[in-house]
């Protein structure tokens, strides 16, 4: 099997990384670099890392992560206490929020002209969601969003120091919202004072358990969704016909949002790491040895999609690797429908149209980012009533 050291996409946000890895994936199924890392790129290996756990476990990271980096059994105890935030219950009570804070964005939006759409609307959207699911201050927008942004820059230099930096920044700055949430009288019922009120087996949560669940969910939703939103609104924007269906067809926003984002990935990649030997399409991976599995591949794989850039809303949404797959699927993957339904439904609605401006190209966003830096749209809105 050939090498390929250069796997991850190259530094340039006018090239788009999935041409090299579509280029990766049909030259070499499973490329190591020199530091002894595997990169997956083809779906039927990827599914194979998300279910064989005992092969292929999620202790690849150096710090603990609750409950990403955990392996059966303790993993199921954390995901038992995890899931009842994002039941069908739950979510049904933000909705409204969803919805509100969908039309509020859309609204300061500019009337008409060019705008980028991941400064006006994908990363406000994302922090304005995340604040309100968690019950925190809007005063937290601005923090977050300026923490992301050194996370991403941390992660993309490569330096451990670095990423332990970013990592006590973020464990200051929620040490001092959650002590504000202890001292609340009455308790509150949001979902930040119910985790302080969450038990494992009698015990109560540690504190970095509690901050560590919370690192999860918030990279989550501000990386992810606003990564989503951006690719949502520039596939639209340069598919006019399918812009036209969903306008007529609402109903159909969810479905086809899945579809573009399975298309283009808004999560580049995740890690496992090897309990034991393993052969994965005929490269010998040692045990203890660190993979990579690109999403941003899988869900494009030939031999699962056909042409991977044919959109089709009668897609097979159990093949959609979107969100995961086995014990590790996404919890928060119905809020993230939901939420991304209701924006996307909402710029449809106050629009009559957004198209690419010439002269203005959207900017890629580099590993380990998905989508764009940019969006430049020129939008056409429809008047207020």
């Given at each position: 099997?050939?090498?390929h ?8 946000a ?51 992560s ?6 059966p ?70 923090p ?7 996370k991403?820059?941390?992660t ?17 700055l929620l ?66 016909d ?19 984002l399975?298309?283009?990935a ?33 869900n ?45 439904q ?40």
């Amino acid at each position: 099997m050939p090498l390929h050291h250069s796997w991850t996409a190259p530094v340039d946000a006018t090239t788009d990384p999935l041409v090299h890895y579509d280029a990766q994936r049909r030259l070499c199924p499973v490329a190591r670099d020199d530091d002894l890392q595997y990169a997956v790129f083809r779906h039927a290996d990827a599914l194979r890392l998300l279910l064989e756990h005992d092969t292929f476990s999620n202790q690849a990271s150096r710090h603990r992560s609750v409950p990403n980096s955990m392996d059966p059994p303790e993993h199921g105890v954390y995901r038992r206490l995890i899931e009842p935030y994002f039941s069908a219950e739950r979510l049904a009570q933000f909705l409204p929020a969803c919805r509100r804070i969908s039309a509020q964005c859309i609204a300061a939006l500019p009337q008409d002209g060019v705008a980028d759409l991941m400064s006006t609307l994908a990363h406000p959207f994302a922090l304005r969601m995340q604040c309100a699911f968690m019950g925190w201050p809007d005063s937290l927008h601005e923090p977050l969003r300026q923490w992301v942004q050194r996370k991403n820059e941390a992660t993309r230099s490569g330096n451990p120091q670095a990423t332990a930096q970013v990592a006590q920044e973020f464990e200051a700055l929620l040490g001092r919202v959650l002590a504000v949430f202890r001292h609340a009288d009455p308790p509150g019922q949001d979902a930040t004072s119910r985790l302080l009120r969450e038990t494992v087996n009698g015990t109560p949560l540690q504190e970095a358990e509690i901050t560590s669940i919370l690192r999860n969910w918030t990279v989550g939703e501000l990386g992810t969704i606003a990564a989503s939103v951006g690719i949502i609104a520039h596939y639209l924007a340069t598919h006019p016909d399918l812009q036209k269906h969903l306008r007529r067809h609402p109903g159909d926003v969810r479905r086809a949002n899945d579809e573009i984002l399975r298309i283009r990935a808004p999560l580049m990649a995740n890690r496992r790491k090897t309990t034991r030997e393993a052969d994965v399409s005929g490269t010998r991976v040692p045990a203890g040895a660190r993979l990579t599995l690109l999403w941003a591949s899988a869900n494009r794989d030939e031999a699962v999609f056909g042409d991977p850039d044919e959109f089709r809303l009668d897609r097979d949404p159990a093949l959609n690797l979107l969100y995961g797959a086995g014990i590790h699927a996404c919890p928060g993957a119905e809020l993230a429908r939901m939420e991304l339904e209701s924006i996307i439904q909402a710029l449809l609605a106050a629009t009559d149209s957004f198209l690419p401006e010439p002269g203005h190209r959207p900017r890629y966003a580099t590993y380990p980012e998905g989508g764009f830096e940019t969006v430049p749209l020129r939008l056409q809105r429809t008047p207020s009533p």
